[in-house]
């Protein structure tokens, strides 16, 4: 995968991708590009990408840029998982684009927008926000995304709307032997005091080597609510490149939720910037990577104003000859006076051979603030271990009651009835084959 292959596919691409009748997207792709030209992909020279080495794993690859669209039972295997699909609004997206066949919204009232991008286009709103919360610059993925990008989620709710059933958004790769690659873009606009719960659920099911490049930008106005989960569950031959950046008005509450497991690499990106008073965030997440992956977390909280409040958790786990790279910036302004800010990053390793890089980051610019951040990486404790032996428990067992009680945390946390059956599975599930 080389930089001039895009930019040399771009015009015979161009005429298949959506909005062809939009002149401002077709402005705002060529803009991208152009940006993409002039960055092009990131090196292990910049700071931000200094242990993901991308020619050594994904430039290596080559992906198709088309591929038929693949059938498959995904509320079938999302009830084996453990979700009840009767409860949500399920949209399912195959190879990048919306498979209606496979989804099943229920119905929505007045002033609840959830569309597939590619339908919404003409929207003034998608006009209004889409490369705004999220630009080009200096981001060549982001770039890259908005180039090609072929669908996505929209979500608008108008002033005090509330969705009360959580929008399950299934991203699955799935075209047998074939290459694969999905840019997707997602866009979530929340009015004033409205609330919603949104899940990106990424999964592969390639028998050869895909690409997901996803770009997820989030407005919320005053007093606005955004319960936001991903969940990453890709083949060991994905590559999976991810952000959400969002832009948070007064008194506005983002809760991000971050469960990555599987893929050969891969990379997330959350970014929030809390622009007015009495904004607040919770990020958590669980990365687990065991054989060779390669997972990089990476989280950004820009407090602009004062009286934020931002509460930061992330573990993994590490097993085999696994990576993972953790990097969390927390940027107080001068401005942002009667800050409170925390972020912790835990990490467990199985093996001597499993690394973690882990690198919180607290910048402070105001002087009355309440801040703090921490990082703690190691194995797992040899006399935790012998006491469970003594009780007679194996020792595989005994290691996987530590690394559950250690992981677990993050799934048992979890409030939505929803949510946390699945999730627990998928963690115990992990937990089997170690």
């Not at 590490?318 to 912790?344: C, H, M, P, Y």
Request: glycine letters at 6%; aromatic letters at 8%.
């Amino acid at each position: 995968m080389t930089q001039d292959l895009y930019v040399s596919s771009f015009p015979r691409l161009e005429a298949k991708l959506p909005g062809q009748d939009a002149a401002w997207l077709k402005a705002l792709r060529l803009q991208a590009l152009e940006r993409f030209k002039q960055t092009g992909f990131p090196t292990d020279e910049l700071e931000n990408w200094k242990y993901t080495n991308l020619s050594l794993t994904l430039l290596k690859e080559s992906f198709a840029f088309e591929t038929a669209t693949s059938t498959a039972a995904v509320a079938t295997q999302l009830k084996k998982a453990g979700f009840d699909v009767d409860k949500a609004h399920l949209m399912v997206f195959i190879n990048g684009r919306f498979s209606k066949e496979f989804s099943s919204l229920k119905p929505l009232a007045k002033g609840i927008t959830v569309q597939n991008m590619a339908s919404s286009l003409s929207s003034e709103t998608v006009k209004a926000f889409v490369g705004k919360i999220a630009p080009s610059q200096n981001r060549a993925f982001t770039a890259l995304n908005t180039a090609f990008f072929t669908d996505g989620l929209f979500v608008q709710l108008e002033a005090g709307k509330v969705l009360d059933a959580p929008i399950h958004v299934v991203y699955l790769s799935a075209n047998g032997n074939q290459t694969t690659q999905s840019h997707v873009r997602n866009l979530l606009v929340l009015g004033d005091d409205s609330k919603v719960n949104v899940i990106e659920h990424y999964w592969g099911e390639n028998l050869s080597a895909y690409f997901t490049n996803v770009v997820t930008e989030a407005a919320m106005a005053k007093g606005s609510s955004l319960d936001h989960t991903k969940i990453g569950l890709e083949d060991i031959k994905g590559y999976h490149i991810g952000s959400l950046i969002a832009l948070q008005e007064e008194g506005s509450r983002l809760s991000s939720r971050l469960f990555s497991i599987g893929g050969a690499l891969t990379r997330n990106e959350i970014e929030t910037t809390l622009s007015q008073k009495k904004a607040e965030c919770v990020l958590e997440g669980l990365y687990l990577a065991k054989e060779k992956q390669h997972v990089d977390t990476r989280t950004f909280i820009d407090h602009l104003s004062p009286n934020c409040n931002s509460h930061e958790v992330y573990k993994g786990v590490a097993d085999g000859q696994a990576t993972a790279v953790f990097d969390g910036r927390i940027l107080v302004r001068e401005n942002a006076q009667k800050t409170d800010a925390r972020q912790s990053n835990k990490n467990l390793l199985l093996t001597k051979e499993a690394k973690v890089y882990s690198k919180p980051q607290l910048q402070i610019y105001a002087d009355d603030v309440k801040c703090s951040h921490g990082s703690a990486t190691g194995q797992i404790d040899e006399e935790a271990l012998f006491y469970l032996q003594s009780r007679g428990i194996s020792r595989d067992e005994a290691k996987k009651v530590l690394v559950y009680a250690f992981a677990g945390e993050m799934v048992e946390k979890i409030e939505s009835a929803y949510l946390k059956p699945a999730l627990k599975k998928l963690v115990d599930n992990w937990m089997e084959v170690h």
